[in-house]
């Protein structure tokens, strides 16, 4: 099984600030199939990133990916209040599809 | 606009069985592969289950393997997730989605008390 750890637990930021947030598998994730999303109390998450680097429609450019093999980033380059969420990283290469913890972030 | 509705969640009692579904509409439902995931009150996300897009090939997460039965019925543009011997555990919130399309169903309450 492919665990994901994400890094930091919580992150405070202020608006404008720039966000970079972690997501490192415990094996390589062939062909970068990890997706990022952002999820919002009460709500369904939302697929920000997948294929590591390919933002979903409707994502702002603000939201970037990089990384392969067992490291992977999300940058949200400028923060805005609405950002605040719980991020998740998943890989989609192999069974189990596993998720990462998630990273709390406050605007 | 909507691309997956879900139905079938509710109450169950330790040991029973449910089964949630999520129909499709707008896409082309029988090109892409579809995953279950869960959210127990309070915690991250869990991937439950997957199903290949032709239903030939199926994954399980080993919390729910030999209780839980993903399928689907292309026809119908509809996915399926039977769910039997229930535990307290299971209690959460079920989501079905496609990862590259961005696409979520509503999610649906699942209760397992007695």
């Known amino acids: 099984e492919i665990v994901l750890t994400q890094s930091p637990g919580t992150l405070s930021l202020s608006p404008g600030e720039r966000a970079t947030l972690s997501c490192r598998a415990s094996q390589s994730v062939s062909s970068n199939y990890l997706a990022w999303y952002q999820q919002k109390p009460g709500q369904a998450p939302r697929l920000l990133l997948y294929g590591a680097t390919n933002r979903a429609t409707g994502i702002p450019d603000r939201f970037s990916g990089s990384g392969s093999g067992t490291d992977f980033t999300l940058t949200i380059s400028r923060l805005e209040p609405e950002d605040s969420a719980v991020y998740y990283c998943?890989?989609?290469?192999?069974?189990?599809?596993?998720f990462g913890p998630g990273t709390k972030v406050d605007v | 606009q909507v691309h997956l509705v879900q139905s079938g969640g509710g109450v169950v009692q330790p040991g029973g069985s449910l089964r949630l579904s999520c129909e499709a509409s707008?896409?082309?439902?029988?090109?892409?592969?579809i995953h279950w995931v869960r959210q127990a009150p309070g915690k991250g996300l869990e991937w439950v289950a997957f199903?290949?897009?032709?239903?030939?090939?199926?994954y399980y997460a080993d919390s729910v393997k030999g209780r839980f039965t993903i399928s689907r019925d292309n026809s119908k543009k509809t996915l399926y997730l039977q769910m039997n011997s229930l535990r307290d555990d299971d209690t959460a919130v079920y989501y079905c989605?496609?990862?590259?399309?961005?696409?979520w169903g509503q999610g649906a309450l699942v209760t397992v008390s007695s």
């Open positions: 707008v896409f082309n439902f029988s090109y892409y592969g």
């Open positions: 199903i290949r897009y032709d239903g030939t090939n199926k």
């Open positions: 998943q890989q989609y290469n192999t069974s189990p599809f596993t």
């Open positions: 989605m496609v990862i590259t399309r961005g696409y």
